[in-house]
């Protein structure tokens, strides 16, 4: 299912758990709220990992990547990548940030 990058302007802040999470609105018409794992850089752009609530998506544990960016006042904006070599360049970069982010947690608990 193609995914619609548009996005509620508010971003919800999770007090308890502290998680910022948006709702993507679908081809279809449905909304998926997702949890913002991460922006990060790839190439020349800015990029965000969402992780889906609900839903198969969730249980599977797939994560959509778009590209990023914000206007002139701070509001949020997401673009489908349509180019697969980029898509490969946004994914390796995703998977490199999360693999030092594993790394850093194991020295981590070493250290402690």
């Known amino acids: 299912m193609e995914q619609n990058p548009k996005m509620d302007t508010e971003m ?3 007090q308890e758990q502290e998680e910022v999470t948006v709702t993507l609105t679908l081809d279809d018409g449905s909304e998926l709220e997702c949890v ?3 922006i ?3 190439g ?3 990029y965000i990992a969402l ?3 609900d839903g198969q998506e969730a249980e599977e544990g797939e994560v959509y990547l778009y590209r990023y960016s914000e206007d002139a006042n701070g ?3 997401l673009e489908n990548i349509e180019d697969d070599e980029e898509y490969e360049i946004v994914a390796e970069a995703f998977d490199e940030l999360l693999d030092e982010q594993e790394f850093d947690e194991l020295v981590g608990e070493d250290e402690i």
């Open 44 to 46: 020349k752009r800015e």
């Open 40 to 42: 990060f850089d790839a």
């Open 51 to 53: 992780l889906p609530m």
């Open 12 to 14: 919800e802040q999770e």
């Open 75 to 77: 509001n949020p904006s």
């Open 36 to 38: 913002v794992l991460t």
